[in-house]
């Protein structure tokens, strides 16, 4: 069986675990902290901070830039229901555009026309780890003084030329980035995510809204030679990371390098053996971005069925997924909220399928799947 995804987890991760565990502190602590700066330094931020997951970190990145109900917060369908949720969570509303086909990214000419004077936030995803137009989302956000958050769950690794130099997504080029480190993104703590920021204020504040809004992390009790006293300055929530996934991470971050030049190589392989066959769509990666292949994206000729050529490749062993979902399709998302037309988020779900990709994926496996693709097709 060739699966869609498998997690890069060795000796390295299962000994840092394991020597987490025996140090005896096991919640967010000095591995903790030890991740943030770490991750800090990679993407190029002046400020990370770890939580529990994505989800949670788009959470605390809405609050932290009092979103709050009635707001509208721009955003897409065509991603994981957890970018749309989010910005329920907060009371407001998610107002959905439509993407570029050429990239399954937000299009910016639409974002630029769903803006009323209640829209207070974008939500852009880097989807599949390719980076969005952020020269034209950058600019449009400062234009109307909205706060631009990314959803860079994906994006650990991926690159953009900006302002002439390649830096890191997450460094960040909005106000606020937020990662995920589930085990189907590229590098992984099992479940666990992280913000990154250059504005101290919103880093406090995430500080203080994953631990229940405490003036005095646990670490500085502990270490204290003095009796401390902690206050609680707002309602928080409990989204640490524990130092056991931190330590996990520590080590995936030191084989990030490595995972991207795997998943840059089978990238251009796909390319190079499905790029003869005739209405297949392969990954646009524009000149100015470099994903770093969380996934593996072709858009199908109009012809075939999404379900027939799924079936027939796991037929034969191997796994794909369909196209990425769209939320306004989903009953929670379905009664009405505000949208334009989503016709291009809508034809990417129907008609483009996911390919397997992964570090361990050999020649032979990729092989085998780019001549299933071609016979079926
Ligand atoms: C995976 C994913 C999330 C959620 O990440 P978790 O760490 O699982 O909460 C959010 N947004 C996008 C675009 C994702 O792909």
Redesign the pocket.
Known sequence: MIPIAIPLLEREEADAAREAVLSGWVSQGPQVAAFEREFATLVGAPHACAVS???TA?HVALIAANIGPGDEVITVSH??I??ANCIRYCGAIPVFVDIDPATYNIDPALAADAITPRTRAIVL?H?MGMPCDLGSLVSLAKRHGLILIE?A??AAGSEIRFNGHWERIGKPHGDIACF???P??VITTG?G?MLTTSNPEFDRKFRLLRQHGMSVPDTVRHGSSQVIFEDYLMVGFNYRMTDIQAAVGRKQLERLPELLSRRRTLASRYAQLLGNLRNLRLPNEPDWARSNWQSYCVGLPERVDQRAVMQSLLDQGIATRRGIMCAHRELVYSNGGPHQDLRQSEHAQDHSILLPIYAQMDEHDQSRVADALRAHL
């Open positions: 997951n994505c989800t788009l991603s994981f957890a970018t995803v989807q959803d769950a994906c995920s480190f589930h189907r993104k479940e995510g």
